[in-house]
């Protein structure tokens, strides 16, 4: 069932050119995304909390990785900050935590990591597998010391979606911790380029593209999403009716 909801999903992203197109066409993005309850029940029943998305060898790296949404938030504080090299970048973790946190790059360079190769699912219809390496997300939580009524964590982006609307995403906690989530620096042995969402996106393996937050400037842990964005979780779920779980 999981692997028919996916190639259903890829197979009509394919007919597309990007993600704003799918969201012209209600009958399509009704027959993607009618199902989100029904998936996200039968795929945390089926799978371990700590499954794992299929890791590949190095021969298998895709020679382009192409830049999913964004390639550039191209805003006068972005730009302010690739400049610099990101010296000035921080990430904020903020919200329902004991600890508050401030991380630049180099903090989170030295940080313990994971690498893995693994392969990014657009909801347009393309694959690309990548070598990256990153910090477990769980490591940046558990130093921020969640409140016990933290249920998700949100990611405040830097690329603005136009009309002054940044981009942002959001996970459980269940996605949170699992072992293959974390906030990459690098792409195939190289810091990431602005296209592939410098200086830190996020990795969740077992979802599809859009989640896959890039230009990350924020982490905010809350006990709901009613009252950010349009309470979907999402830009993509407010704006197009994305499922809000987007696992594959």
Not at 127 to 154: F, M, Q
Not at 168 to 194: C, G, K, M, R
Request: glycine fraction near 10%; proline fraction near 4%; charged fraction near 25%.
């Amino acid at each position: 069932m999981i692997l028919t909801r996916r190639m259903a999903l890829l197979g009509a992203g394919a007919m597309l050119t990007g993600c704003d197109r799918l969201a012209s066409h209600d009958n399509v993005r009704k027959a993607l995304f009618s199902a989100e309850n029904f998936h996200r029940w039968a795929q945390r029943s089926l799978m371990a909390r700590d499954a794992l998305a299929q890791e590949f060898s190095p021969d298998q790296i895709s020679p382009i990785f192409r830049a999913n949404g964004t390639a550039n938030p191209n805003t006068p504080a972005y730009k302010a900050l690739w400049r610099n090299g990101f010296a000035d970048w921080r990430l904020a973790v903020t919200g329902l935590v004991e600890r508050p946190l401030s991380l630049s790059l180099a903090q989170l360079r030295t940080l313990p990591h994971r690498e893995q190769i693994t392969r990014h699912d657009c909801v347009e219809g393309w694959n690309a597998i990548g070598k990256w390496r990153g910090v477990p997300l769980r490591t940046i939580v558990e130093g921020a010391r969640l409140r016990d009524s933290a249920r998700y964590l949100v990611f405040r982006c830097a690329d603005d979606m136009g009309g002054g609307r940044p981009y942002y995403e959001s996970i459980d906690l269940i996605d949170a911790f699992h072992p293959q989530t974390i906030l990459a620096f690098a792409l195939n042995d190289a810091p990431l380029t602005v296209a592939n969402g410098a200086p830190v996106r996020l990795r969740v393996e077992r979802q599809l593209g859009y989640k896959q937050a890039k230009y990350l400037m924020g982490i905010e842990a809350v006990a709901t999403l009613d009252g950010i964005g349009k309470g979907k979780g999402g830009f993509w779920e407010d704006v197009a009716g994305y499922d809000w779980y987007a696992g594959i």
